[in-house]
Protein backbone atom coordinates (compact mmCIF):
# COMPACT_ATOMS: atom_id res chain seq x y z
CA UNK A 1 0.00 0.00 0.00
CA UNK A 2 2.97 2.09 0.83
CA UNK A 3 4.04 1.79 -2.39
CA UNK A 4 0.98 2.36 -4.61
CA UNK A 5 0.58 5.81 -2.24
CA UNK A 6 3.90 7.13 -3.50
CA UNK A 7 2.93 6.24 -6.68
CA UNK A 8 -0.27 8.10 -6.85
CA UNK A 9 -0.26 11.60 -8.29
CA UNK A 10 -0.30 14.93 -6.36
CA UNK A 11 -3.94 16.30 -7.25
CA UNK A 12 -4.76 12.40 -5.91
CA UNK A 13 -3.00 12.96 -2.33
CA UNK A 14 -4.76 16.22 -2.24
CA UNK A 15 -8.30 14.40 -2.88
CA UNK A 16 -7.03 12.29 -0.26
CA UNK A 17 -6.56 14.98 2.29
CA UNK A 18 -10.05 17.18 1.28
CA UNK A 19 -11.60 13.54 1.43
CA UNK A 20 -10.38 12.72 5.14
CA UNK A 21 -10.51 16.40 6.10
CA UNK A 22 -14.17 16.90 4.87
CA UNK A 23 -15.15 13.65 7.06
CA UNK A 24 -13.13 15.10 10.24
CA UNK A 25 -14.50 18.16 9.90
CA UNK A 26 -18.06 17.04 10.22
CA UNK A 27 -17.49 14.76 12.94
CA UNK A 28 -16.00 17.30 15.16
CA UNK A 29 -18.78 19.99 14.10
CA UNK A 30 -21.13 17.59 15.04
CA UNK A 31 -19.89 16.43 18.55
CA UNK A 32 -18.82 20.16 19.35
CA UNK A 33 -22.07 21.19 18.78
CA UNK A 34 -23.53 18.74 20.34
CA UNK A 35 -21.31 18.86 23.13
CA UNK A 36 -22.37 23.17 23.53
CA UNK A 37 -26.05 21.70 22.93
CA UNK A 38 -25.28 19.77 26.64
CA UNK A 39 -24.12 22.43 28.82
CA UNK A 40 -26.68 24.79 27.48
CA UNK A 41 -29.43 22.40 27.87
CA UNK A 42 -29.95 18.97 29.60
CA UNK A 43 -33.48 18.44 27.10
CA UNK A 44 -31.17 18.62 23.79
CA UNK A 45 -34.42 20.52 22.30
CA UNK A 46 -34.09 20.65 18.42
CA UNK A 47 -36.80 22.68 16.78
CA UNK A 48 -38.50 20.41 13.99
CA UNK A 49 -38.15 20.81 10.41
CA UNK A 50 -41.67 18.88 9.82
CA UNK A 51 -44.41 19.72 11.68
CA UNK A 52 -45.51 16.47 13.72
CA UNK A 53 -41.93 14.96 13.72
CA UNK A 54 -39.21 15.78 15.42
CA UNK A 55 -36.09 15.42 12.32
CA UNK A 56 -33.14 14.57 12.59
CA UNK A 57 -33.04 12.62 16.03
CA UNK A 58 -30.63 10.74 17.76
CA UNK A 59 -30.83 7.63 15.80
CA UNK A 60 -30.71 9.78 12.48
CA UNK A 61 -27.75 11.23 13.22
CA UNK A 62 -25.88 8.40 14.14
CA UNK A 63 -27.27 7.09 10.74
CA UNK A 64 -25.31 9.84 9.21
CA UNK A 65 -22.34 9.91 10.89
CA UNK A 66 -21.36 6.06 10.33
CA UNK A 67 -22.76 6.28 6.68
CA UNK A 68 -20.08 9.31 6.15
CA UNK A 69 -17.60 6.77 7.56
CA UNK A 70 -18.18 3.83 5.69
CA UNK A 71 -18.21 6.08 2.18
CA UNK A 72 -15.39 7.26 2.85
CA UNK A 73 -13.57 4.61 3.25
CA UNK A 74 -15.18 3.21 0.14
CA UNK A 75 -13.58 6.17 -1.50
CA UNK A 76 -10.21 6.18 -0.41
CA UNK A 77 -10.52 2.46 -1.30
CA UNK A 78 -10.90 3.84 -4.85
CA UNK A 79 -7.40 5.86 -4.78
CA UNK A 80 -5.64 2.87 -4.99
CA UNK A 81 -7.50 0.46 -6.81
CA UNK A 82 -6.17 -0.95 -10.64
CA UNK A 83 -7.58 1.94 -13.09
CA UNK A 84 -10.59 1.45 -15.27
CA UNK A 85 -10.18 -0.08 -18.56
CA UNK A 86 -11.35 2.78 -21.00
CA UNK A 87 -11.00 0.40 -23.91
CA UNK A 88 -14.31 -1.69 -25.42
CA UNK A 89 -16.11 -3.18 -22.99
CA UNK A 90 -18.96 -5.19 -23.49
CA UNK A 91 -20.10 -5.28 -19.96
CA UNK A 92 -19.31 -1.44 -19.08
CA UNK A 93 -23.67 -1.22 -19.55
CA UNK A 94 -24.43 -3.94 -17.18
CA UNK A 95 -21.86 -2.26 -14.89
CA UNK A 96 -23.32 0.84 -14.92
CA UNK A 97 -26.47 -0.14 -13.68
CA UNK A 98 -25.07 -1.95 -11.28
CA UNK A 99 -23.58 1.04 -9.50
CA UNK A 100 -26.56 2.65 -10.47
CA UNK A 101 -28.37 0.03 -8.05
CA UNK A 102 -25.97 -0.31 -5.25
CA UNK A 103 -26.61 3.44 -5.13
CA UNK A 104 -29.93 3.14 -4.10
CA UNK A 105 -29.40 0.49 -1.95
CA UNK A 106 -27.08 2.05 0.32
CA UNK A 107 -29.28 5.22 0.22
CA UNK A 108 -31.97 3.62 1.01
CA UNK A 109 -32.30 3.74 4.56
CA UNK A 110 -32.61 7.62 4.71
CA UNK A 111 -35.02 7.48 1.57
CA UNK A 112 -36.77 5.48 3.65
CA UNK A 113 -37.10 7.72 6.57
CA UNK A 114 -37.91 10.71 4.64
CA UNK A 115 -41.10 8.78 3.12
CA UNK A 116 -42.19 8.67 6.65
CA UNK A 117 -42.18 12.21 7.31
CA UNK A 118 -45.01 14.58 6.40
CA UNK A 119 -45.09 16.01 3.29
CA UNK A 120 -44.13 19.85 2.40
CA UNK A 121 -47.74 22.00 1.67
CA UNK A 122 -47.66 23.78 -1.60
CA UNK A 123 -43.72 23.34 -2.81
CA UNK A 124 -43.78 23.64 -6.59
CA UNK A 125 -45.63 27.73 -6.15
CA UNK A 126 -44.05 30.36 -8.41
CA UNK A 127 -41.85 31.76 -5.86
CA UNK A 128 -39.90 28.49 -5.72
CA UNK A 129 -39.69 27.52 -9.48
CA UNK A 130 -38.29 31.47 -9.62
CA UNK A 131 -35.87 30.74 -6.47
CA UNK A 132 -34.92 27.21 -8.45
CA UNK A 133 -34.52 29.54 -12.03
CA UNK A 134 -31.85 31.99 -9.85
CA UNK A 135 -29.93 29.38 -8.75
CA UNK A 136 -29.64 27.74 -12.36
CA UNK A 137 -28.33 31.00 -13.27
CA UNK A 138 -26.10 31.61 -10.62
CA UNK A 139 -24.48 28.11 -11.00
CA UNK A 140 -23.90 28.38 -14.67
CA UNK A 141 -22.39 31.95 -14.53
CA UNK A 142 -20.17 31.02 -11.63
CA UNK A 143 -18.37 28.39 -13.59
CA UNK A 144 -18.24 30.29 -16.58
CA UNK A 145 -16.46 33.42 -14.64
CA UNK A 146 -14.20 30.67 -12.86
CA UNK A 147 -13.83 29.39 -15.89
CA UNK A 148 -12.59 32.62 -18.11
CA UNK A 149 -10.75 33.95 -14.61
CA UNK A 150 -8.34 30.95 -15.33
CA UNK A 151 -9.16 29.43 -12.14
CA UNK A 152 -9.62 25.58 -13.74
CA UNK A 153 -6.56 25.83 -15.79
CA UNK A 154 -4.47 26.88 -13.13
CA UNK A 155 -5.72 24.24 -10.67
CA UNK A 156 -4.98 21.52 -13.85
CA UNK A 157 -1.33 22.99 -13.89
CA UNK A 158 -0.30 23.82 -10.46
CA UNK A 159 -1.50 20.30 -9.34
CA UNK A 160 -1.74 17.92 -12.71
CA UNK A 161 -5.60 17.31 -12.19
CA UNK A 162 -7.59 16.35 -15.22
CA UNK A 163 -10.55 18.83 -16.15
CA UNK A 164 -13.42 16.72 -15.74
CA UNK A 165 -14.94 13.61 -13.27
CA UNK A 166 -14.57 10.32 -14.84
CA UNK A 167 -18.59 9.71 -15.61
CA UNK A 168 -17.87 13.34 -17.72
CA UNK A 169 -15.55 11.27 -20.16
CA UNK A 170 -17.50 8.15 -20.15
CA UNK A 171 -20.76 9.91 -21.05
CA UNK A 172 -18.66 12.16 -23.76
CA UNK A 173 -16.70 9.29 -25.21
CA UNK A 174 -19.50 6.54 -24.78
CA UNK A 175 -20.97 5.52 -28.11
CA UNK A 176 -23.67 3.42 -27.05
CA UNK A 177 -26.98 4.08 -26.78
CA UNK A 178 -27.70 1.56 -23.73
CA UNK A 179 -24.47 2.90 -21.97
CA UNK A 180 -25.82 6.39 -22.28
CA UNK A 181 -29.27 5.62 -21.08
CA UNK A 182 -27.72 3.80 -18.03
CA UNK A 183 -25.26 6.78 -17.19
CA UNK A 184 -28.23 9.38 -17.99
CA UNK A 185 -30.21 7.75 -15.72
CA UNK A 186 -28.42 7.66 -12.83
CA UNK A 187 -26.85 11.07 -13.15
CA UNK A 188 -30.38 12.87 -14.09
CA UNK A 189 -32.86 10.51 -11.60
CA UNK A 190 -31.09 8.35 -9.03
CA UNK A 191 -28.08 10.57 -8.26
CA UNK A 192 -29.76 13.93 -7.47
CA UNK A 193 -32.26 11.46 -5.18
CA UNK A 194 -29.79 9.78 -3.54
CA UNK A 195 -27.33 12.86 -2.58
CA UNK A 196 -30.24 15.10 -2.22
CA UNK A 197 -31.68 13.21 0.70
CA UNK A 198 -28.42 12.50 2.01
CA UNK A 199 -26.60 14.90 2.23
CA UNK A 200 -29.23 17.87 2.08
CA UNK A 201 -31.96 15.91 3.78
CA UNK A 202 -29.63 14.54 6.68
CA UNK A 203 -25.72 15.64 6.92
CA UNK A 204 -26.99 19.36 6.52
CA UNK A 205 -30.16 18.74 8.54
CA UNK A 206 -27.73 17.37 11.30
CA UNK A 207 -25.27 20.12 11.41
CA UNK A 208 -27.62 22.86 11.09
CA UNK A 209 -29.18 21.32 14.43
CA UNK A 210 -26.06 21.30 16.17
CA UNK A 211 -24.00 24.49 14.26
CA UNK A 212 -26.28 26.79 12.73
CA UNK A 213 -27.64 27.31 9.00
CA UNK A 214 -23.94 29.20 8.40
CA UNK A 215 -21.90 26.56 9.71
CA UNK A 216 -24.04 23.48 8.66
CA UNK A 217 -24.18 25.38 4.56
CA UNK A 218 -20.56 25.67 4.84
CA UNK A 219 -19.21 22.10 6.32
CA UNK A 220 -21.85 20.09 4.51
CA UNK A 221 -20.92 21.81 1.21
CA UNK A 222 -17.34 21.34 1.66
CA UNK A 223 -17.87 17.54 2.06
CA UNK A 224 -19.97 17.18 -0.85
CA UNK A 225 -18.06 18.90 -2.90
CA UNK A 226 -14.80 17.04 -2.26
CA UNK A 227 -16.62 13.27 -2.32
CA UNK A 228 -17.11 13.63 -6.12
CA UNK A 229 -13.22 13.51 -6.22
CA UNK A 230 -12.62 16.36 -8.56
CA UNK A 231 -10.32 19.05 -8.09
CA UNK A 232 -11.35 21.29 -10.86
CA UNK A 233 -14.75 20.96 -10.25
CA UNK A 234 -14.72 21.57 -6.35
CA UNK A 235 -14.97 24.96 -5.78
CA UNK A 236 -18.31 24.80 -8.46
CA UNK A 237 -19.73 21.80 -6.48
CA UNK A 238 -18.93 23.99 -3.39
CA UNK A 239 -21.31 26.60 -4.36
CA UNK A 240 -23.65 24.50 -5.69
CA UNK A 241 -24.56 22.50 -2.26
CA UNK A 242 -24.48 25.99 -1.30
CA UNK A 243 -27.41 26.98 -3.07
CA UNK A 244 -28.88 23.79 -2.33
CA UNK A 245 -28.74 24.63 1.14
CA UNK A 246 -30.16 27.55 0.52
CA UNK A 247 -33.06 26.46 -1.24
CA UNK A 248 -34.00 23.65 1.30
CA UNK A 249 -34.07 26.41 3.88
CA UNK A 250 -35.92 28.53 2.05
CA UNK A 251 -38.45 25.98 1.07
CA UNK A 252 -38.47 23.93 3.93
CA UNK A 253 -38.79 20.72 1.54
CA UNK A 254 -36.14 18.37 -0.08
CA UNK A 255 -38.20 18.58 -2.89
CA UNK A 256 -37.27 21.34 -4.50
CA UNK A 257 -33.44 20.79 -3.96
CA UNK A 258 -33.56 17.46 -5.97
CA UNK A 259 -35.87 19.02 -8.84
CA UNK A 260 -32.65 21.74 -9.04
CA UNK A 261 -29.88 18.90 -8.86
CA UNK A 262 -31.79 16.83 -12.08
CA UNK A 263 -31.99 19.99 -13.69
CA UNK A 264 -29.00 20.94 -13.57
CA UNK A 265 -27.68 17.43 -14.04
CA UNK A 266 -30.01 16.94 -17.21
CA UNK A 267 -28.64 19.89 -18.85
CA UNK A 268 -25.38 19.30 -17.86
CA UNK A 269 -25.25 15.47 -19.90
CA UNK A 270 -26.97 17.50 -23.09
CA UNK A 271 -24.08 20.00 -22.87
CA UNK A 272 -21.65 16.71 -22.37
CA UNK A 273 -22.84 14.59 -25.41
CA UNK A 274 -23.78 17.40 -27.65
CA UNK A 275 -20.85 19.57 -27.73
CA UNK A 276 -17.44 17.25 -25.46
Not at 3 to 20: D, G, R, T, V
Not at 248 to 274: D, Q
Amino acid sequence: MIEKLSSLPLYQHINMALLFGGLLLCIICWLLGAGVRVIKSRRMACPPRYEGSRFPNIADELCIILYLLIFTTMKMGDFFADAPDTGENPNLTAGAWLSTIYMLLIASPFILRYLTLPPTKDVLNKQNFKRLGLCLLSIYLAAAIMDLAGLDDFIMSKFGAPENQSLVDTIAEGDSTSLLVALGFSAIIVAPITEEITFRGFLYNVLRQRCGIITGTLVSSLFFSVIHISLVQEPALFLFGCLQCYLFEKTNSIVVPIIFHMCFNALSVCFIINFM
